[in-house]
């Protein structure tokens, strides 16, 4: 059974930084990818981040591009998150694209505000 949970979200002011962490689960050997979706509060959602498991090459959504980092060590999959402004405020979700189908958390909250 593939539980995938998120944490290190908080608050934090304009201009700091977060790192995010996520633990794969289930059959290692069938994930293709993991990434980060994050769900604003007005309910859109968008794709942030993905990082191939085998090649580790990495995809970022323009909005978050040069801001956050995407890296996997081992069975661990993280996102930090730096220069961050208040429209990065949302839920974030851990995803998990594998042969055995895609799974995702619950998602830490993620606010930034002064």
């Known amino acids: 059974q593939v539980q995938l949970v998120e944490s290190g979200g908080g608050s934090v002011q304009p201009g700091g930084s977060l790192r995010l962490s996520c633990a794969a689960s289930?059959?290692?050997?069938?994930?293709?990818?993991m990434g980060w979706y994050r769900q604003f509060p007005e309910g859109e959602r968008e794709s942030v981040a993905s990082?191939?498991?085998?090649?580790?090459v990495s995809s970022y959504a323009m909005s978050v591009k040069g801001r956050f980092t995407i890296s996997r060590d081992d069975a661990m999959v993280y996102l930090y998150m730096s220069s961050l402004k208040p429209e990065d405020t949302a839920v974030y979700h851990c995803?998990?694209?594998?042969?055995?189908?895609?799974?995702w958390g619950q998602g830490t909250q993620v606010t930034v505000s002064s």
């Open positions: 995803t998990q694209d594998a042969e055995t189908g895609d799974y």
């Open positions: 289930g059959n290692i050997d069938s994930i293709r990818a």
């Open positions: 990082i191939r498991w085998s090649s580790g």
